[in-house]
């Protein structure tokens, strides 16, 4: 038989994303808030906050924070540039446990109170 290559798209496709135990997306999410809450960090994204008007701040911490996260979601073996959106997608399969969800609203939302302190 003819051995046929795999193209990029195919081997791409054959590997489904890392999924999360519910302990796991319990600790990815203490480590994204802790790591938000670094002096480093939040020296970070004060600075990119206060770069641009305050009707733009959300859009210029963005690339921040997605960096923060993709760090923490990389020891979980999320990488490349879906690492972020494949880690969040696989943290929201557990939302319904409260713990989880109140991890996702403060990793979603909780990087904006540096944000709002930018003089």
């Known amino acids: ?11 791409f496709m054959a590997s489904p994303p890392p999924t999360l135990t519910l302990e796991q997306a319990k ?16 020296s ?12 733009q701040r959300a859009m210029a911490v963005l690339p921040i924070v997605q ?5 923490v979601l990389a020891k979980y073996g999320f990488a490349g540039p879906t690492a972020v959106f494949a880690g969040i997608m696989a943290l929201k399969a557990h939302e319904a446990d409260p713990e989880v969800k109140e991890g ?8 904006m109170e540096h944000v709002k302190n930018v003089a």
């Open 67 to 71: 960096q923060i996260q993709a760090a």
């Open 1 to 11: 038989g003819r051995s046929r290559r795999t193209t990029c798209t195919e081997s």
């Open 27 to 42: 600790q990815a999410l203490a480590e994204a808030i802790e790591s938000f809450n670094t002096p480093d960090n939040i």
């Open 104 to 111: 996702l609203e403060k990793v979603m939302h909780g990087f």
């Open 44 to 55: 970070r994204i004060r600075a990119a906050a206060a770069a641009v008007p305050e009707e």
